[in-house]
């Protein structure tokens, strides 16, 4: 029924329509003049669909042009893509970073309690005779602190015999606080629904071991300490590929607690911990006039801080500890250099009004679940109103299957690979040198064919570190053996990493005509670090726009 009263509406409407009721057809319409109307009608829709795409297309085509920059941090996990988004706040946003700097406190408290445990797992004297990386018959790099002493065996005595730190059962003790603290600290970091809430490797990948390739065989069958990069592009499908996510992750061994010892926290992105950690408890001071921040923390006893603050004349006692430190470098910990290190600043971090400064968040050490964007936009200088999308992503294996759905629309990728972890290896393998790592991973991207016409730039990151450690007498060509007998300074070492980023690029690319872009850089130094930025951001307009010709 209600189908049969259907033309009537229709032609009802219609008429009280005057263009509705124009393009109705004639009462009398002959067959042909049907025709010719249903072909006129045609050609007008597909006209009018030829202007909506072009409409369409303007609009995408002026907001790539015009407004949107798109970048993407890329590098493996503690490369330092964070930090560098964290640089890029302070200088285009300061107010926001400068707001959130009191929610840093959790991670930095954390960092802190984390280098208090790596050091009493390394007091344990059980683990004097555990995995000691002279098990494998690796060679020792001699540019070890004096103290270690290579015995016949290839084993350094001091590695054998074991210092031992009469205090260890006394400082164990009187942290304990701090490893109940820690337990409280990632349950507030992270979320219980958390697929992967902690995922660092054991300790001992702080601590900086020499490196088995075990694709390449020694003569003695022994791995030979070399660097292996194939010379074929990588294959999304391979397994070993470090781009596709792969992970050979061994379990990390657990402790005494039963706790996994040394894991890492991570933060989904889902989770809003900033606000969390920075407004929990029961602050009570009203919201400070000039920064944001909620003050008053020190007032509710459930802070961490109090523990904290209770236990640092024992944090700072044991960190001066001579037999400590002499412990610390059998078992070649350099803590100095990891991340998230403050324990050279104990009073200052533990006291109860403790506010984060700009370096302490730069330092502070929260690994990336997933891809987070971040929307910057330039108010000044020649990138005046342009927005920047910049996706900083997790570094770590098996977060590198998020990054390719990022390749199709952006400007420009910024790859950080710190050289400084040449005598390093990954946290979730444990069997993968971490500049290898790296090599493998820029031969991946730059040899992808979907980011042919992408701007690259470079930052061989973590130069301060580098410095630190070849002036500690650590040698690179221990480690990678195609430097051979070149001079170990920070000159030659950082030329000739240069040069083999860049030849790597010049061998692979799929787009000869692309510049490549490299930078020595210290992402946690600001002033630094500030100056590259803004070259960059202009090294990117520039290049985006070449890509567009529109110069
Ligand atoms: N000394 C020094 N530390 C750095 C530098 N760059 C980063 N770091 C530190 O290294 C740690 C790791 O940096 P992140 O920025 O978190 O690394 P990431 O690449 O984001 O790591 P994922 O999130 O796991 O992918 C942090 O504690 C940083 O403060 C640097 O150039 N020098
Ligand atoms: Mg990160």
């Given at each position: 029924?209600?189908?049969?009263?259907?033309?009537?509406?229709?032609?009802?409407?219609?008429?009280?329509?005057?263009?509705?009721?124009?393009?109705?057809?004639?009462?009398?319409?002959?067959?042909?003049?049907?025709?010719?109307?249903?072909?006129?009608?045609?050609?007008?829709?597909?006209?009018?669909?030829?202007?909506?795409?072009?409409?369409?297309?303007?609009?995408?085509?002026?907001?790539?042009?015009?407004?949107?920059?798109?970048?993407?941090?890329?590098?493996?996990?503690?490369?330092?893509?964070?930090t560098c988004i964290k640089q890029f706040q302070l200088l285009h946003s300061p107010s926001a970073f400068h707001a959130e700097r009191?929610?840093?406190?959790?991670?930095?408290?954390?960092?802190?309690?984390?280098?208090?445990?790596?050091?009493?797992?390394?007091?344990?004297?059980?683990?004097?005779?555990?995995?000691?990386?002279?098990?494998?018959?690796?060679?020792?790099?001699?540019?070890?602190?004096?103290?270690?002493?290579?015995?016949?065996?290839?084993?350094?005595?001091?590695?054998?015999?074991?210092?031992?730190?009469?205090?260890?059962?006394?400082?164990?003790?009187?942290?304990?606080?701090?490893?109940?603290?820690?337990?409280?600290?990632?349950?507030?970091?992270?979320?219980?629904?958390?697929?992967?809430?902690?995922?660092?490797?054991?300790?001992?990948?702080?601590?900086?071991?020499?490196?088995?390739?075990?694709?390449?065989?020694?003569?003695?069958?022994?791995?030979?300490?070399?660097?292996?990069?194939?010379?074929?592009?990588?294959?999304?499908?391979?397994?070993?590929?470090?781009?596709?996510?792969?992970?050979?992750?061994?379990?990390?061994?657990?402790?005494?607690?039963?706790?996994?010892?040394?894991?890492?926290?991570?933060?989904?992105?889902?989770?809003?911990?900033?606000?969390?950690?920075?407004?929990?408890?029961?602050?009570?001071?009203?919201?400070?006039?000039?920064?944001?921040?909620?003050?008053?923390?020190?007032?509710?006893?459930?802070?961490?801080?109090?523990?904290?603050?209770?236990?640092?004349?024992?944090?700072?006692?044991?960190?001066?500890?001579?037999?400590?430190?002499?412990?610390?470098?059998?078992?070649?910990?350099?803590?100095?250099?990891?991340?998230?290190?403050?324990?050279?600043?104990?009073?200052?971090?533990?006291?109860?009004?403790?506010?984060?400064t700009d370096a302490?968040v730069l330092?502070?050490?929260?690994?990336?679940?997933?891809?987070?964007?971040h929307?910057f936009?330039?108010?000044?200088?020649?990138?005046?109103?342009?927005?920047?999308?910049?996706?900083?992503?997790?570094?770590?294996?098996?977060?590198?299957?998020?990054?390719?759905?990022?390749?199709?629309?952006?400007?420009?990728?910024?790859?950080?690979?710190?050289?400084?972890?040449?005598?390093?290896?990954?946290?979730?393998?444990?069997?993968?040198?971490?500049?290898?790592?790296?090599?493998?991973?820029?031969?991946?991207?730059?040899?992808?064919?979907?980011?042919?016409?992408?701007?690259?730039?470079?930052?061989?990151?973590?130069?301060?570190?580098?410095?630190?450690?070849?002036?500690?007498?650590?040698?690179?060509?221990?480690?990678?053996?195609?430097?051979?007998?070149?001079?170990?300074?920070?000159?030659?070492?950082?030329?000739?990493?240069?040069?083999?980023?860049?030849?790597?690029?010049?061998?692979?690319?799929?787009?000869?005509?692309?510049?490549?872009?490299?930078?020595?850089?210290?992402v946690t130094d600001t002033r630094?670090t500030a100056?590259?930025i803004?070259?960059?951001?202009?090294?990117?307009?520039?290049?985006?726009?070449?890509?567009?010709?529109?110069?």
């Amino acid at each position: 029924m209600a189908k049969q009263k259907q033309p009537d509406i229709t032609r009802r409407r219609s008429l009280s329509d005057p263009l509705a009721a124009a393009l109705l057809p004639p009462p009398n319409e002959t067959d042909d003049e049907r025709e010719s109307r249903l072909k006129a009608a045609t050609d007008a829709k597909r006209v009018s669909d030829g202007i909506d795409e072009m409409i369409r297309y303007e609009r995408t085509h002026r907001k790539r042009n015009r407004a949107e920059v798109q970048v993407l941090l890329l590098g493996q996990s503690e490369s330092g893509k964070s930090t560098c988004i964290k640089q890029f706040q302070l200088l285009h946003s300061p107010s926001a970073f400068h707001a959130e700097r009191i929610a840093w406190r959790a991670v930095i408290y954390l960092n802190l309690v984390r280098s208090v445990r790596r050091i009493l797992d390394a007091l344990e004297p059980e683990t004097e005779t555990i995995d000691d990386p002279a098990d494998e018959g690796e060679p020792y790099s001699l540019g070890e602190p004096a103290s270690l002493i290579i015995s016949a065996t290839g084993r350094p005595e001091s590695a054998i015999l074991g210092t031992k730190v009469p205090n260890y059962e006394g400082y164990r003790r009187r942290l304990q606080p701090l490893m109940q603290l820690e337990d409280r600290l990632i349950r507030l970091l992270s979320s219980p629904d958390e697929d992967e809430p902690t995922h660092f490797g054991p300790w001992e990948n702080y601590a900086p071991q020499p490196y088995t390739a075990y694709l390449n065989q020694g003569r003695n069958g022994r791995p030979t300490p070399t660097i292996f990069i194939p010379q074929t592009q990588l294959a999304s499908s391979s397994s070993s590929s470090p781009l596709n996510g792969a992970s050979s992750a061994t379990s990390s061994p657990t402790n005494s607690t039963g706790r996994s010892k040394g894991n890492e926290v991570a933060v989904h992105i889902s989770r809003d911990w900033k606000k969390s950690f920075s407004l929990g408890g029961k602050a009570k001071s009203p919201k400070s006039a000039h920064s944001g921040e909620i003050e008053g923390w020190w007032e509710d006893p459930d802070d961490p801080v109090h523990v904290l603050h209770a236990c640092a004349p024992y944090m700072q006692e044991m960190w001066r500890d001579k037999k400590v430190r002499e412990r610390l470098r059998e078992k070649r910990m350099r803590l100095q250099e990891s991340s998230g290190f403050y324990l050279d600043e104990i009073p200052r971090i533990t006291a109860k009004k403790y506010i984060p400064t700009d370096a302490d968040v730069l330092k502070a050490r929260l690994k990336t679940m997933g891809v987070v964007e971040h929307t910057f936009s330039i108010s000044s200088g020649s990138n005046r109103g342009v927005q920047w999308k910049i996706f900083d992503v997790g570094g770590s294996r098996n977060q590198r299957q998020a990054w390719a759905p990022y390749f199709e629309d952006i400007n420009a990728i910024i790859f950080l690979a710190p050289i400084s972890a040449f005598d390093q290896v990954l946290a979730e393998d444990p069997h993968v040198n971490r500049l290898e790592d790296s090599l493998q991973l820029w031969q991946g991207v730059v040899s992808n064919k979907l980011l042919a016409k992408v701007n690259i730039v470079l930052f061989l990151n973590k130069c301060d570190l580098l410095l630190a450690k070849l002036d500690a007498g650590v040698r690179l060509s221990h480690h990678m053996i195609s430097y051979g007998d070149r001079p170990n300074d920070y000159d030659s070492v950082s030329k000739y990493f240069r040069n083999k980023f860049g030849a790597l690029h010049h061998a692979v690319t799929p787009n000869k005509d692309r510049e490549l872009y490299i930078h020595l850089t210290a992402v946690t130094d600001t002033r630094r670090t500030a100056t590259i930025i803004s070259n960059v951001r202009d090294i990117i307009i520039k290049g985006n726009l070449k890509t567009m010709k529109l110069v």
